[in-house]
């Protein structure tokens, strides 16, 4: 009779409960979050053999776009000066195809060059060292980029801290196809931990020029300083110059067009001894009122090529060239036989 009984009670709580179990409420899934940024593969810009954190100075340097007489599908020539003795290491960064042409000073030591950008990136110039790597995401390669495309942030931080083991000093920024490093008139950006540099007088407009040669009318130059004319100094001489926009610097492009136009001319091709000399030299377009003094003889000679509408300088040194491009002819000691007279 109780165990009726209880089985009678058991069914009724059953009944009363509905005779199952509740279910629980379906709890709606969280939406995915967006995806963590990739890692940058770094294992393609690191210097072979370079022992890090570079020493001395590190600068960048910003190419920025091209300019409006840049060609499509041709390289943008950019131009760095440096005139800061010691060790300099550099950050060369820009997001198209360019030549990044380094001249250092004799007091200047490079220990490392790194140029980078979405469209290949080419270094040139003299006493650069071996450390130099050449890095472009179009070659495939992750860690080749243009760093400066979101400011000077965290990613350029990082870029510096990766490929040289320690933060940049500064970020300079190219106007018309030129830069100069350690030239008190420029003003580089400081880095973003940095305490704000002290004011700087402006700097001179450098004369626009196109990033391939170009034919250019003469045009005065503006007075050497009296520092750099009185002490006769060719670095002074020419950086005054570059300054004032009497001359820019060629490259090996002008000398071709040269030796195309010598032999264009009658002459014999040179040989490939003194095409190497005349290339090894350093070499200026004249497109305004300058005098090849004493200042370029011996180890300071150069090359000065002169544009058909351009004005060929007196030349006054012991060693120094002057190629004029309307008739291939030269100038100056050492020069290679002229073109028959015709």
């Given at each position: 009779m109780r165990a009726s009984l209880s089985l009678s009670l058991l069914l009724l709580l059953l009944s009363a409960c509905g005779g199952e179990a509740p279910t629980p409420e379906t709890v709606p899934s969280a939406a995915p979050g967006p995806a963590p940024a990739a890692a940058v593969d770094w294992s393609r810009c690191r210097f072979p053999g370079l022992s890090l954190p570079v020493p001395g100075r590190l600068f960048v340097v910003d190419g920025g776009a091209p300019g409006e007489n840049a060609e499509p599908g041709r390289e943008t020539i950019r131009r760095v000066d440096i005139l800061v003795p010691g060790p300099v290491s550099l950050l060369l960064t820009a997001p198209d195809?360019?030549?990044w042409l380094v001249r250092p000073s004799p007091q200047t030591r490079i220990g490392a060059i790194f140029a980078s950008g979405d469209q290949p990136q080419r270094i040139t110039g003299q006493a650069l060292g071996p450390s130099r790597l050449e890095r472009s995401q179009s070659a495939g390669d992750d860690c080749g980029r243009y760093w400066m495309a979101q400011g000077s942030g965290p990613e350029l931080a990082q870029a510096?801290?990766?490929v040289f083991g320690r933060r940049y000093d500064a970020v300079h920024t190219m106007r018309n196809g030129r830069v100069i490093i350690g030239d008190s008139a420029e003003a580089p950006v400081p880095r973003v931990d940095a305490a704000p540099a002290a004011p700087v007088r402006a700097s001179p407009e450098p004369a626009s020029?196109?990033?391939?040669s170009e034919q250019a009318a003469p045009r005065p130059a503006a007075p050497l300083p009296a520092s750099?004319?009185?002490?006769g100094n060719s670095e002074a001489l020419v950086l005054d110059a570059l300054k004032s926009g009497a001359l820019r610097y060629?490259?090996?492009g002008d000398l071709k067009r040269w030796m195309e136009r010598r032999e264009e001319m009658g002459a014999e091709p040179l040989n490939p001894a003194v095409v190497a000399r005349l290339r090894a030299m350093p070499s200026y377009i004249v497109v305004g009122s300058f005098t090849v003094g004493p200042a370029f003889s011996g180890p300071r000679a150069a090359l000065?090529?002169?544009e058909p509408r351009g004005e060929a300088p007196p030349n006054l040194s012991d060693g120094s060239l002057v190629l004029t491009m309307a008739l291939g002819g030269c100038d100056g000691t050492g020069c290679p036989p002229p073109p028959p007279p015709r």
């Open positions: 195809a360019s030549v510096s801290e990766q020029e196109s990033p391939v750099a004319a009185a002490a060629a490259h090996q000065f090529l002169v």
